[in-house]
């Protein structure tokens, strides 16, 4: 089966993942633009404000808005690819709930 990054269980170009980052410690969300060896390129926004941005698009004020961000390897401490967990949806699940598109439709048309 084929996640949303079109990679099956894998980490890539399109994945939308969360990644956790030291000094100082973040977690950003988005989808990856690029990941080598020099680090990774990610589009979307600090998790911490998830749910401001989710309410913020619902809500037809666009304050908030997805940024693109290079993080050098030796900041990320891991990286997670976004999926449900049982009952939990995942992040991705739940912006797609609420603002009726996927995360990825939603950037390619920005």
Do not use: C, H
Not at 27 to 55: A, K, P, Q
Not at 74 to 91: H, M, Q, T, Y
Request: aromatic fraction near 8%; proline fraction near 6%.
């Amino acid at each position: 089966m084929s996640g949303p990054g079109g990679r099956a269980g894998g980490l890539g170009v399109r994945s939308i993942v969360v990644a956790y980052l030291k000094d100082p410690r973040e977690r950003f969300w988005g989808v990856v633009r690029s990941l080598d060896v020099t680090g990774l390129v990610i589009e979307g926004i600090d998790l911490d404000s998830f749910d401001d941005w989710l309410r913020g698009l619902t809500g037809g004020d666009e304050g908030l808005s997805p940024s693109t961000v290079f993080f050098p390897l030796p900041r990320i401490e891991k990286v997670l690819v976004d999926a449900p967990n049982g009952s939990i949806p995942s992040l991705a699940d739940r912006f797609a709930q609420r603002v009726g598109r996927s995360i990825l439709d939603y950037l390619d048309d920005e």
